[in-house]
């Protein structure tokens, strides 16, 4: 398989450990927790493995400055900002929110790694790509090349995250010997979903690709998957059967909101951290990984029927655990 230009920023490959005191009451699965929120530190997660392609096509187009835009505990653009200090590249984010008083999480590291920030207030959200073009030509008058990654870099650039990532879990599969049932993941903004189910098709993985969304609904997410899906094959010219009935997204774990959350999903977080020393956030992994072992003990009744082992994707985002303290209760 031939990648696009590709920079190596993330710490691959990620380990898998097998979860082993997680109560699942009897159901016969086995959870298996790839851990890509060991991709780096302050750099950890999904976008990391996306950023390597959209950066590397950024330098490839003599960029100097990159603008991108998230919610204010966004872990893209945070992962995004410290990136570009490595690079030595400016960085403009444009952020979902007022501006807090006290930064916290992620845009506190961000503060840190010197990104310029404009806060947008969520009436004026639907506007933030024309500021983004308002941006790249502000730059371009002062003598700057700005590049722009849309929301998760979730597009055809972004995709080819993981679906590099899926020849890496060729190769742990083959290694650890197992067969998955399911391949699970948060879905946000669409890339991480769209990746491996591309990349699933095209290294032939074992394993059906669902999701569970943490905010918008299927619909959107198969909207949005199909259109990445057909710019990638368009612009790299690779051929890969892929249709609209692949795109599995589980509904109902969104919770009060995007980036709010059930007390369920706080306890789930708090569980796994006693049992097996992982952390899951409330943002994304903590409501997908409750989606999922709620889905597995609904056994046949529920969404993953005959599951035996299972494969989480743990996709980071521990910093947003922070801003969100209150929310954890302890006896
Ligand atoms: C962005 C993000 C996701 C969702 O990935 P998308 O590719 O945007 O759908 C999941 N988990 C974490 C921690 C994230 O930051």
Not at 157 to 175: H, R, T
């Amino acid at each position: 398989m031939q990648f696009p230009k590709r920079l190596q920023l993330a710490n691959l490959p990620t380990p898998i450990t097998k979860l082993e005191r997680f109560p699942l009451h009897g159901s016969g699965a086995q959870i298996w927790v790839k851990r890509d929120e060991l991709t780096g530190t302050e750099v950890s997660g999904n976008k990391i493995r996306k950023l390597e392609f959209s950066l590397a096509e950024a330098l490839e187009q003599g960029c100097n400055t990159i603008i991108t835009c998230g919610g204010l505990q966004s872990n893209h653009c945070r992962t995004t900002a410290i990136l570009c200090s490595r690079l030595g590249l400016k960085v403009h984010l444009i952020l979902r929110g007022g501006k807090p008083e006290q930064p916290d999480g992620n845009l506190l590291l961000d503060l840190l790694a010197g990104a310029q920030i404009t806060y947008v207030l969520e009436q004026d959200w639907a506007t933030h790509e024309d500021l983004a073009r308002k941006l790249q030509a502000d730059y371009a008058a002062s003598g700057n090349k700005a590049f722009f990654i849309p929301i998760g870099a979730s597009d055809e650039i972004g995709l080819w995250g993981y679906i590099a990532a899926c020849e890496e879990l060729k190769e742990d599969f083959e290694q650890l010997d197992i067969t998955p049932d399911y391949i699970v993941t948060a879905t946000g903004s669409g890339g991480t979903q769209g990746g491996l189910l591309v990349g699933s098709k095209l290294f032939d993985l074992p394993g059906k690709v669902i999701a569970f969304n943490v905010c918008d609904d299927a619909a959107y997410f198969e909207k949005k998957i199909h259109e990445d899906v057909t710019l990638w094959q368009r612009r790299y010219k690779i051929d890969v059967d892929f249709q609209k009935k692949d795109i599995n997204t589980i509904e109902g774990y969104v919770g009060p909101g995007y980036g709010l959350a059930s007390k369920e999903v706080f306890s789930t977080i708090a569980e796994l951290a006693r049992t097996d020393g992982l952390f899951l956030d409330p943002v994304y992994t903590g409501k997908a990984f409750h989606g999922m072992v709620t889905e597995i003990l609904k056994g046949k009744e529920g969404c993953m029927p005959d599951a035996g082992n299972v494969l989480f994707i743990h996709t980071g985002g521990l910093f947003g655990v922070f801003p969100q303290q209150q929310y954890f209760s302890f006896a």
